[in-house]
């Protein structure tokens, strides 16, 4: 190819890249989380990538995203509407996102959430999920499976819709209840006597705990008892938990909705974030930030413009989203169902230990 054939290609790629539609998205920052987990903010970092790697791609329109971290969360949706938003992103705790939820619909512009659970389990608001599945369950099985016949949960004070609804997934697929409850609050010094009533009267520990606060747990028991088996929630994920946590954090598990897919080193998205910014975001978290884009690129695509209700109506039509590990099914409440995966904690990696029969599929970008 000539030098000036190749300048007309760049030439008409840039123009192609002057010709897509704006889509302004709205990501809404949690200002009064006191979980403490770092997982609701890289989640949303994750969003914000994904969104700059999409816009990478041939396409008829491009992401511009813009924050609010206001309390007033009602006045918040009011300016994203008046910015002429198509959707808003947020919510990684649910009472948070139930307000949001409400604010939404209010003003008829779709929410995708990041909330697990089921608190926004409805099929009559304008309420998506990439990650309604909080892996608890798949947890639970797996401690049931390993011979567990008791076990203690560990959480903080905070948040006690997620705690219970992660206590009582794993309980329910665990077939018992624990027998104990441990709630971690103000000096952390004050509970080493618990520690050692826990690793006295059960076999294994399910953390509900944010990152550092589960690193901490996870040392003080395993320096009790070296082969206590820990299991952990999604807020233990991050680039920090293996770092605290050190030797003793080894094989601790989590559950994560990341396809097998996500193993290549050289996946387009993954290889785009370590190549333009840094690779301390965990692969699991990314997948989450790509799949809530992925939807929302699915519906725009659609809808063939940003306006909030078309768009919403496109989300509503969805009956799966495709992503890097393939089509994921959506169900009538416009939840994402994709299945969560074990990981594991190795070598200060999170490491997965179970490939799950989607392994192969046909993958995204």
Known sequence: ??????????????ALQDRRFEVPVTLFYDEQDLSGAVVSRLALQSVVLAMEYFNSLPSGHMFVPSR??????????????ERGSAAVVGGINAPFSSLLADAARRRGIPFISLASGPLLQRA?????????????????????????????VIATGFYANHTQSFAHGFGSAFGASPVGTTLLAGD?????????KISLRADAALLILP???AAVTVRELRLRRPDMPIYASDWAVSHRTPLLAGEL?????????????WDDPDLGFPAFVRRTY????????????????????????????????????????LDSVTTVGGPVPVDENGDMRAKPRLFSMKSGRWERIEAGPEEGAEGGR
């Not at 030098?3 to 008409?12: F, K, T």
């Not at 892996?135 to 390993?146: I, Q, T």
């Open 188 to 196: 952390l010094k004050k509970h080493m006597d618990e520690f050692d």
């Open 1 to 14: 190819m000539t030098a000036a054939a190749l300048a007309l290609l760049v030439a008409a790629g840039a």
């Open 249 to 261: 954090g080894e094989e601790m598990l989590t559950a994560s909705c990341t396809a097998p897919e």
């Open 124 to 152: 009559d608001d304008l309420v998506f999920r990439p990650r309604p599945d909080n892996g608890a369950r798949v947890l639970g099985r797996a401690a049931k499976e390993a011979g567990v016949t008791s076990y203690s």
């Open 211 to 213: 990152d550092w606060l």
């Open 278 to 317: 840094t690779a301390h975001i965990p692969r699991m978290i990314l997948a989450m930030g790509y799949d809530t884009v992925a939807m929302l690129d699915e519906a725009v695509r659609r809808a063939g413009s940003a306006d909030p209700k078309a768009v919403a109506a496109a989300l509503k039509e």
């Open 68 to 81: 609010e971290s206001d309390l007033n969360v009602y006045d918040a949706i009011d300016r994203a509407v």
